[in-house]
């Protein structure tokens, strides 16, 4: 019997270290060269990186290693923890602010441990993108994961790379010379309309 509960607890032990599963870690990647004129702001992610985001602690966010990679790199980690992630990049003389915030997991459901986020960016102070869905990697539904920002001309010209959920369906669309002049901003819904159904 004795050998019995021995055993019992040696595998318990085994199964709990091999069970360990998987932690994916969201990231946002934003290049702004200014030399060029060119923006982008990218959905990423790194997986088994825990040691790295909490340090040694393991209950307290590693900040200065974070700072690092978002100074060096121009990563952001895309977590509620961190608040909005915000960015500011002057393109020929224009000052775009990108600000994206990551909804909170939660306990329950389908997904709910991986939140998506809300992007929204301003070309001196007129919003250009408002409360698209950025970064949803697990319901399918349409969400950005990628935008890359040019001015040709004085006009905004985007390229909207979308991702429908789990599905490895990635789509592509263009918007030239978004109407920053009657301020109307581009929205999920306009997404789907020009870029989706035309598809």
């Not at 607890?9 to 091999?18: E, H, T």
């Not at 961190?82 to 960015?87: L, P, R």
Request: hydrophobic share 45%; with cysteine; aromatic share 14%.
């Amino acid at each position: 019997m004795r050998r019995k509960i021995i055993l019992f607890l040696i595998l318990f032990f085994l199964f709990l270290v091999l069970a360990q599963a998987d932690e994916y870690y969201k990231f946002v990647k934003i290049t702004c060269t200014k030399e060029v004129g060119f923006l982008e702001i990218q959905a990423t992610g790194m997986h088994n990186i825990r040691d790295f985001v909490w340090g040694e602690s393991l209950t307290k966010l590693n900040l200065k290693a974070l700072e690092t990679l978002r100074k060096k790199y121009g990563l952001y980690l895309g977590s509620y923890l961190m608040g909005k992630i915000t960015n500011n990049c002057k393109l020929f003389g224009k000052m775009v602010k990108t600000e994206i915030v990551y909804d909170r997991p939660k306990e329950r459901g389908q997904c709910s441990a991986n939140p998506s986020a809300i992007l929204n960016l301003w070309v001196d102070d007129v919003e250009l993108i408002k409360n698209v869905t950025f970064h949803e990697d697990c319901w399918n539904v349409p969400s950005v994961y990628k935008i890359s920002l040019e001015f040709i001309n004085g006009e905004p010209f985007l390229d909207v790379f979308l991702r429908e959920g789990s599905k490895e369906s990635f789509r592509w669309g263009i918007i030239w010379g978004a109407n920053l002049k009657n301020k109307e901003p581009i929205t999920m819904e306009f997404i789907i309309k020009n870029i989706l159904k035309e598809q």
